[in-house]
């Protein structure tokens, strides 16, 4: 058996309603018996939809998962409560409807800790981070309360001892902050701690919109971040609403951004370069040996492909240059990241308010910042 793992998927955007059959080439996708992606999303029919930035679409969408022959997704990330509890529940049952398996949350606790099982031996866990600063708006699953796997060394632990002898476990972290290439050293510590355990095939994380290096640790691997694998094009409402424009609509948009924010008036999405190119696994079941290739999303088009010569020797130099960073003792590697992470903000934020200057004029996004600090000093 061969297992493809890939990162971030998105049903909606320019996506929604296309035929989806042969938007994939890639090498190791065509070679795989079985495909697995973090399915960063919910899926309901519902009208209720959480104030925050939002990522869904209906049940129909899910079709075009079939499509793509995708056979399992995970499901611990940060968008899966966007539609709501009841939107995590849905989205568990619409999977369902379609035979598509899916892990890492579920309408209670003991429903989000389940494995997958994908062979006799080797079962799937999923995980979502919690409580920090840059992942902090997440329903983690309780006895009698919808929500995800949380991300923590005991709930992990517990998980693997309810493995059977001869079973281990593929874990896939949804963690990290967003467009850093560097990892929270806290998350390298854990992702070496793991590794240790014997229970622990391998790690592959997500969340970080990017491509990020790899941890080596006792004859196994962590994936720290595969980035996006199909994340399409979308159009924002305001404030940070997803929305589906009609066709006269959508030739009225003035404005397109390559992050996602707060908009003033319909803006268009799109992604970056860095945000398009992501890394997609084949698992050997039977070597326990791992290939990978370097997609990447067309700028306009939902669709993948295999990179060129030169974006792949980039790529690659760039991830294994990363993979070394992340061996440095972790006091210095803490410095780094920190300085990293500080820098690559300050440009985003500072992006971002040009953006939102140009769109609604200095005049008016100044007295709008004011606004907002008299209500913070209340």
Aim: proline share 3%; aromatic share 12%; with cysteine.
């Amino acid at each position: 058996m061969r297992v493809f793992f890939a990162g971030d998927l998105f049903l909606g955007g320019d996506l929604l309603r296309k035929n989806c059959e042969n938007i994939i080439q890639s090498k190791l996708y065509k070679e795989s018996n079985i495909r697995v992606i973090n399915l960063e999303q919910a899926v309901s029919d519902s009208n209720y939809i959480e104030d925050k930035c939002t990522l869904y679409t209906e049940s129909a969408a899910l079709y075009q998962l079939k499509q793509m022959k995708i056979n399992i997704v995970n499901l611990a990330h940060n968008h899966i409560q966007d539609k709501g509890l009841q939107g995590i529940i849905d989205t568990i049952a619409n999977l369902k409807k379609v035979d598509i398996k899916s892990f890492g949350a579920g309408a209670n606790l003991a429903e989000a800790k389940k494995a997958i099982e994908l062979t006799d031996s080797l079962v799937l866990l999923g995980y979502c981070e919690f409580g920090k600063p840059y992942l902090n708006q997440i329903e983690v699953a309780e006895k009698h309360k919808a929500g995800v796997n949380p991300l923590q060394y005991e709930n992990i632990v517990s998980d693997l001892d309810k493995l059977n002898k001869n079973q281990r476990a593929i874990l896939y972290f949804h963690w990290g902050m967003e467009h850093v290439w560097l990892p929270p050293a806290n998350d390298i510590k854990l992702a070496k701690k793991l590794l240790k355990d014997e229970r622990v095939a391998a790690i592959i994380g997500m969340h970080c919109h990017r491509v990020q290096g790899i941890i080596n640790y006792r004859g196994k691997k962590a994936y720290m971040g595969l980035g996006n694998f199909l994340f399409p094009n979308f159009y924002i409402t305001p404030p940070t609403q997803i929305a589906y424009p009609s066709e006269e609509e959508k030739k009225q948009i003035k404005y397109v951004t390559r992050q996602y924010h707060k908009v003033y008036e319909l803006t268009y999405k799109k992604w970056r370069l860095a945000n398009r190119v992501s890394k997609v696994l084949l698992f050997d079941v039977n070597s326990s040996k791992f290939k990978t290739e370097f997609v990447v999303q067309d700028d306009n088009l939902a669709e993948i492909k295999s990179v060129g010569f030169l974006i792949n020797l980039l790529f690659n130099t760039w991830t294994k240059f990363l993979s070394l960073i992340y061996k440095l003792p972790l006091p210095i590697y803490n410095i780094l990241h920190k300085l990293h992470a500080k820098q690559v903000y300050f440009i985003w934020r500072n992006q971002i308010r040009l953006f939102q200057m140009r769109q609604v004029g200095i005049r008016e996004y100044i007295t709008k910042i004011k606004v907002k600090i008299k209500r913070k000093l209340g």
